[in-house]
């Protein structure tokens, strides 16, 4: 092991832990509410299940403005409902919040967007066998759009990742802080490519892991 990774070993492993933490909450939040939001817009669609024009638009809204924030504006102004939430805006914990906010918001839009890719014919058939909309969603929806909620979690996650780099600003911690402060910050450029190697190598194995699963369970 290089002298360099030895020297910030501790610091290292604390950082990657902060990561998995941050991203972890993340992907919590993305398929505990992220799931449904995105569930939601589809079905209060025009001409859908649950055809509401007023649920829908304030949906689409509140989803379309959080996903326009620069995610560092973002981070930011969530200070203040941080703060008031968890009792701090500084550290890990406190660096979750936004995370968990963009996550959702950002899951939403591709569980939408895969469950618009089921043919009508699915949804129509259910309906005429006598389905409840509860059915439709678990027993239908959810089945025929497997592979794509996957791929769709793979993409957040891999965007979560890069998202937690930027906690730095409140204390958060994580891979891309610790490269910033002692690799970028402090002139070793050695460390800081070794971080920049470890982020690459956590997001190809989610990739493949993600991909891989998808390809699994695509009955189609």
């Known amino acids: 092991m290089p002298e360099v990774l030895v020297q910030y070993e501790a610091e290292i492993w604390q950082s990657i832990?902060?990561?998995?933490?941050?991203?972890?909450?993340?992907?919590?939040?993305?398929?505990?509410?992220?799931?449904?939001?995105?569930?939601?817009?589809?079905?209060?669609?025009?001409?859908?299940?649950?055809?509401?024009?007023?649920?829908?638009s304030i949906l689409n809204?509140?989803?379309?403005?959080?996903?326009?924030?620069?995610?560092?504006l973002l981070v930011v102004f969530l200070i203040p409902f941080t703060r008031i939430l968890i009792g701090t805006a500084i550290g890990t914990a406190a660096a979750c919040v936004p995370l968990a906010i963009i996550a959702i918001a950002h899951y939403s839009r591709l569980v939408e967007q895969s469950l618009?890719?089921?043919?009508?014919?699915?949804i129509e058939a259910a309906i005429s066998m006598g389905?409840?909309?509860?059915?439709?969603?678990?027993?239908?929806?959810?089945?025929?759009?497997r592979s794509g909620l996957?791929?769709?979690?793979?993409?957040?996650?891999i965007s979560f990742?890069?998202?937690s780099t930027i906690m730095g600003v409140v204390g958060g911690g994580g891979i891309g802080d610790f490269a910033i402060r002692?690799?970028?910050?402090?002139?070793?450029?050695?460390?800081?490519?070794?971080?920049?190697?470890?982020?690459?190598?956590?997001v190809q194995l989610i990739q493949f892991i993600g991909t891989s699963v998808a390809r699994m369970?695509?009955?189609r």
């Not at 993340?26 to 817009?41: C, D, K, N, R, W």
């Not at 996957?150 to 996650?157: A, F, I, N």
């Not at 002692?182 to 956590?202: A, C, P, V």
């Open 217 to 219: 369970i695509d009955k």
């Open 116 to 122: 618009l890719d089921v043919p009508k014919g699915v």
């Open 131 to 145: 389905a409840s909309v509860k059915d439709v969603i678990f027993k239908f929806l959810y089945v025929e759009a």
């Open 61 to 72: 809204l509140l989803v379309n403005i959080i996903r326009s924030f620069p995610f560092l």
């Open 17 to 56: 832990g902060a990561t998995i933490t941050m991203v972890g909450v993340s992907i919590l939040a993305a398929i505990i509410i992220g799931l449904p939001v995105g569930t939601l817009l589809f079905l209060c669609r025009k001409g859908h299940l649950l055809d509401n024009k007023w649920a829908f």
């Open 182 to 202: 002692y690799g970028y910050q402090q002139f070793k450029t050695e460390l800081m490519i070794y971080m920049i190697i470890i982020m690459i190598i956590l």
């Open 161 to 163: 990742i890069s998202y």
């Open 150 to 157: 996957v791929l769709g979690l793979t993409t957040s996650v």
